[in-house]
């Protein structure tokens, strides 16, 4: 199971997140997840939406680098220890986590985590068979409504 996520590769000056999330919002697009890294020269916008196709689109349409790729997101008991939990079964299966962020307000009482994978598939394999809670796309959107 995956759900598609958007990168949005920016220069590391003022006012460039600001135009992003702007347009997006114009364009009626809802933000469900995001995380910023940077570097001193450029950053990396990741944004899980409601209209990934449309957000694409309207991105590009206004000069902005961005791709589509696929993350993992997994629920996370609400309970010290719960993400713990997850990265020791990564961790165990000697799986390297490139990234991670928190969905920012998911539905319900158990917290949501995006994790990119350098091995996306292995990591998916690992997390089913220790019976963690992986949402797809549609699911995903609908627990964030």
Do not use: H, W
């Not at 990396?44 to 680098?65: N, P, Q």
């Not at 719960?82 to 990564?90: D, F, N, Q, R, T």
């Amino acid at each position: 199971m995956s759900v598609r996520q958007l990168s949005i590769f920016l220069e590391n000056r003022v006012g460039r997140l600001d135009s992003v999330i702007k347009i997006l919002g114009d364009g009626n697009i809802d933000i469900k997840g995001i995380s910023l890294a940077d570097t001193e020269n450029f950053g990396i916008v990741r944004l899980i939406v409601d209209d990934i196709e449309g957000a694409s689109a309207l991105l590009k349409s206004k000069g902005f680098l961005c791709k589509i790729n696929e993350v993992t997101v997994v629920s996370v008991d609400n309970a010290p220890g719960g993400l713990a939990k997850i990265l020791g079964i990564l961790f165990n299966s000697s799986i390297n986590i490139e990234y991670m962020y928190a969905i920012a307000a998911p539905a319900g009482d158990r917290p949501l985590m995006v994790f990119g994978f350098g091995d996306r598939a292995k990591a998916g394999e690992v997390l089913a068979a220790a019976k963690v809670d992986i949402l797809d796309e549609a699911r995903l959107l609908a627990s964030t409504k």
